[in-house]
């Protein structure tokens, strides 16, 4: 049997995430309303929206779908979209009554905020009260599951399945890295702590004077990336914004993987897909703990406070043990395999959906 899901995009929705991992699902043909043409076998209707504020907005989007009423719900076995409380989502759960077969909806959530803000302001309260009869609740954290029940969501819908990648994509390098060069591939936002990492850098070079760290990303703290790569003495360079494969290059190049991410009022890191990417090319990681951050980086791997000394000192330890850097990369990259792999995790998100599928006995 085909399972037949129409995915509503958000206005801003990022290439190769959920929307390719639903496309990756077994026996799962996905039509997928979206503004740009999306990566994935599917088929793609060009969608605009309706936006007051033209910014994306964390944990949902203030954006309605235009063209969603002209799909019939009869011919659709399930209706997806992102997030509790993004309007697409609200937009989905009043759709899919309108067919005489009514849809299953699955609403796939990586919130980690059991007090997200954003629940307390109409219209995303009213986007996330109309999803609560939702069939499945995917989570991609453990965290998420949590946020659900204490928000009072039927245990019984949720399921909690972790991202995937590529890994073989994502791969090691044939050999270890010559030179002491910390990478940070991430956007240039304060956020994920770009700033910070400059800093530590500046304390690293004192211990290891020809340790370089190369940049890759987009974002309004790319004038401050590029002030330091002016300056020859900082040792910093800029690649500009990466496709999968120049990042996992870029990564292979590398010694250890650096970002520095502090909460928002709104946000906090859910789990962070670099991360997997970086321990998939076999790459240790060094970072702050924020969020739930740790559900992504274990332990050798370091998890310092937000500060640069503190920062300075988890890159000296790895980039001065040749040893201690080949294990713990070693260790990432068995675990990105067992726990991570794209194939792996996107079967996994389909067992959810059969699983809900057999109860309602579609």
């Given at each position: 049997?085909?399972?037949?899901?129409?995915?509503?995009?958000?206005?801003?929705?990022?290439?190769?995430?959920?929307?390719?991992?639903?496309?990756?699902?077994?026996?799962?043909?996905?039509?997928?309303?979206?503004?740009?043409?999306?990566?994935?076998?599917?088929?793609?209707?060009?969608?605009?929206?309706?936006?007051?504020?033209?910014?994306?907005?964390?944990?949902?989007?203030?954006?309605?779908?235009?063209?969603?009423?002209q799909q019939d719900p009869d011919t659709y076995?399930?209706?997806?979209?992102?997030?509790?409380?993004?309007?697409?989502?609200?937009?989905?759960?009043?759709?899919?009554?309108?067919?005489?077969?009514?849809?299953?909806?699955?609403?796939?959530?990586?919130?980690?905020?059991?007090?997200?803000?954003?629940?307390?302001v109409p219209p995303y309260k009213q986007a996330?009260?109309?999803?609560?009869?939702?069939?499945?609740?995917?989570?991609?954290?453990?965290?998420?599951?949590?946020?659900?029940?204490?928000?009072?969501?039927?245990?019984?819908?949720?399921?909690?399945?972790?991202?995937?990648?590529?890994?073989?994509?994502?791969?090691?390098?044939?050999?270890?890295?010559?030179?002491?060069?910390?990478?940070?591939?991430?956007?240039?936002?304060?956020?994920?702590?770009?700033?910070?990492?400059?800093?530590?850098?500046?304390?690293?070079?004192?211990?290891?004077?020809?340790?370089?760290?190369?940049?890759?990303?987009?974002?309004?703290?790319?004038?401050?990336?590029?002030?330091?790569?002016?300056?020859?003495?900082?040792?910093?360079?800029?690649?500009?914004?990466?496709?999968?494969?120049?990042?996992?290059?870029?990564?292979?190049?590398?010694?250890?993987?650096?970002?520095?991410?502090?909460?928002?009022?709104?946000?906090?890191?859910?789990?962070?897909?670099?991360?997997?990417?970086?321990?998939?090319?076999?790459?240790?990681?060094?970072?702050?703990?924020?969020?739930?951050?740790?559900?992504?980086?274990?332990?050798?791997?370091?998890?310092?406070?937000?500060?640069?000394?503190?920062?300075?000192?988890?890159?000296?330890?790895?980039?001065?043990?040749?040893?201690?850097?080949?294990?713990?990369?070693?260790?990432?990259?068995?675990?990105?395999?067992?726990?991570?792999?794209?194939?792996?995790?996107?079967?996994?998100?389909?067992?959810?959906?059969?699983?809900?599928?057999?109860?309602?006995?579609?």
């Amino acid at each position: 049997m085909t399972r037949r899901m129409l995915w509503v995009s958000l206005p801003d929705q990022r290439a190769r995430r959920e929307l390719y991992w639903m496309t990756r699902m077994p026996g799962t043909e996905v039509t997928a309303l979206a503004a740009q043409e999306p990566f994935g076998d599917l088929t793609w209707v060009p969608s605009d929206y309706r936006r007051p504020i033209r910014r994306f907005v964390e944990a949902g989007a203030l954006a309605w779908v235009r063209g969603l009423d002209q799909q019939d719900p009869d011919t659709y076995d399930w209706v997806t979209t992102l997030e509790l409380c993004s309007l697409v989502t609200g937009q989905a759960s009043r759709w899919r009554n309108r067919g005489s077969r009514r849809p299953l909806q699955a609403v796939i959530t990586w919130e980690n905020l059991a007090d997200q803000p954003l629940y307390r302001v109409p219209p995303y309260k009213q986007a996330m009260n109309s999803c609560r009869d939702a069939d499945l609740l995917l989570c991609m954290v453990n965290a998420a599951r949590e946020h659900l029940l204490v928000n009072n969501f039927d245990d019984e819908r949720i399921r909690v399945v972790k991202p995937g990648v590529d890994t073989r994509v994502f791969s090691p390098a044939g050999r270890p890295a010559a030179e002491p060069r910390v990478v940070f591939t991430s956007p240039l936002a304060p956020n994920k702590g770009i700033d910070r990492v400059l800093d530590a850098m500046r304390i690293v070079r004192r211990s290891v004077p020809d340790a370089t760290l190369v940049v890759a990303g987009q974002g309004p703290l790319r004038p401050m990336v590029e002030r330091a790569a002016a300056d020859s003495g900082r040792g910093v360079s800029l690649s500009g914004q990466l496709d999968a494969d120049g990042v996992a290059d870029l990564l292979r190049s590398a010694a250890v993987f650096c970002t520095a991410p502090r909460p928002t009022w709104k946000w906090t890191e859910q789990l962070g897909l670099a991360y997997l990417e970086a321990q998939a090319c076999g790459l240790p990681v060094v970072t702050t703990r924020c969020g739930t951050n740790d559900e992504a980086v274990l332990p050798p791997n370091v998890l310092v406070d937000d500060d640069a000394e503190a920062l300075a000192e988890g890159l000296v330890t790895f980039l001065t043990n040749d040893r201690l850097r080949a294990d713990v990369g070693a260790a990432n990259r068995a675990r990105m395999l067992a726990d991570h792999d794209l194939t792996t995790q996107c079967q996994r998100i389909g067992d959810a959906f059969a699983a809900t599928e057999a109860q309602h006995h579609r």
